[in-house]
């Protein structure tokens, strides 16, 4: 069985993410070990206020989780209220609760057990992954699976015309990250993430599957306001879910293509903040430091979290309205 540690910024994607994560471990497909939160869509303690919010809607209560550092390595905090409301969840709001901070702690008990199983997925900034490296280079090393959603490779960014949001938020620990790192780093980029579109129609069937299960009830209300930013930023009335596929990507639930490259990241520059560069003909005589995720079955994505929907469902023991749902798919 895999185990999963997710080092998010709850962020309704990631949010997405998490209720992903919760059906597989309830299916017992995967071991969800435990939850970090970085500083990025809002502060990192809101992030863990957040992610456990979501995972108690999910039935998951007992699950490991801590908010990681407090802010970027250099530079200052730079949060997202436009894109993902004032606390993080667009319209829907957590309820406040204590959140412990030994992250690093929890991370290290995980490498301890083993790390053949392990499966480390970062859908925020690299920030706690950089200092991870930097305070316990030795079970930093020992990472086998490590999975990322950042950087736009020869693609447009959505922070600057060429840096994607979580390089740009903290470009010194992406740096830091693929010039440590012991293995290659899967990269799911913009030019992959930015192709998993949850419009209202598909919405709708993700919250008739989920059927009783608590979240359902959120759900709406926490996509309508990623929608009205989205519509805003002139993309249309849909959410691009970059870290619910980051997550399939990383438990290798789709069929992908991928190329291995070295990556960099520029972290000092501030014309050029955050921009990744991949390079794939060996200009930077250095061996590849990652795995380029460049196309994903995205059907097969959708799929598959209604897949997880359904097991929420039956989770929480709604086989009727698993029934209807069911039902609802198949005159689509």
């Not at 805003?232 to 970059?242: C, K, P, R």
């Not at 501030?270 to 990744?276: F, I, V, W």
Request: contains cysteine.
């Amino acid at each position: 069985m895999k185990r999963v540690i997710i080092d998010c910024d709850p962020g309704i994607d990631d949010s997405l993410a998490l209720i992903y994560l919760a059906a597989l471990h309830h299916e017992g497909a995967i071991e969800l070990e435990a939850v970090t939160t970085s500083a990025g869509n809002v502060g990192a303690e809101q992030c863990a206020i957040n992610a456990a919010w979501v995972l108690a809607q999910c039935g998951l209560r007992t699950v490991s989780l801590a908010a990681g550092l407090p802010g970027p390595l250099v530079y200052s905090l730079t949060t997202t209220p436009e894109t993902h409301g004032p606390t993080g969840v667009g319209y829907a709001t957590a309820p406040d609760r204590h959140v412990e901070h030994d992250w690093d702690a929890l991370w290290c008990d995980a490498i301890e057990r083993s790390t053949e199983d392990l499966h480390l997925i970062v859908t925020g900034p690299l920030t706690n992954l950089a200092a991870f490296a930097q305070l316990h280079p030795g079970h930093f090393a020992r990472l086998r699976h490590i999975t990322v959603m950042g950087g736009a490779f020869f693609y447009p960014g959505n922070t600057t015309p060429s840096a994607e949001w979580n390089f740009w938020v903290d470009p010194h620990a992406a740096a830091e990250v693929f010039s440590r790192t012991p293995v290659p780093v899967t990269v799911c980029s913009l030019g992959l993430t930015e192709q998993m579109v949850i419009d209202p129609a598909a919405l709708r069937r993700c919250v008739d599957t989920l059927g009783p299960a608590p979240i359902a009830a959120e759900l709406g209300e926490m996509m309508r306001f990623y929608f009205e930013f989205h519509d805003e930023m002139g993309e249309g009335y849909l959410a691009q879910v970059h870290d619910l596929l980051t997550a399939q990507v990383a438990l290798g639930a789709l069929r992908v293509d991928a190329h291995a490259a070295t990556v960099d990241v520029e972290a000092d520059s501030e014309l050029m903040r955050g921009t990744s560069v991949e390079d794939t003909r060996g200009f930077f005589e250095r061996e590849a430091n990652a795995v380029v995720v460049t196309g994903a079955d995205i059907e097969q994505a959708h799929r598959e979290f209604l897949r997880a929907c359904e097991v929420h469902a039956k989770f929480f023991g709604g086989s009727r309205d698993l029934e209807r749902a069911r039902d609802a798919r198949a005159e689509d």
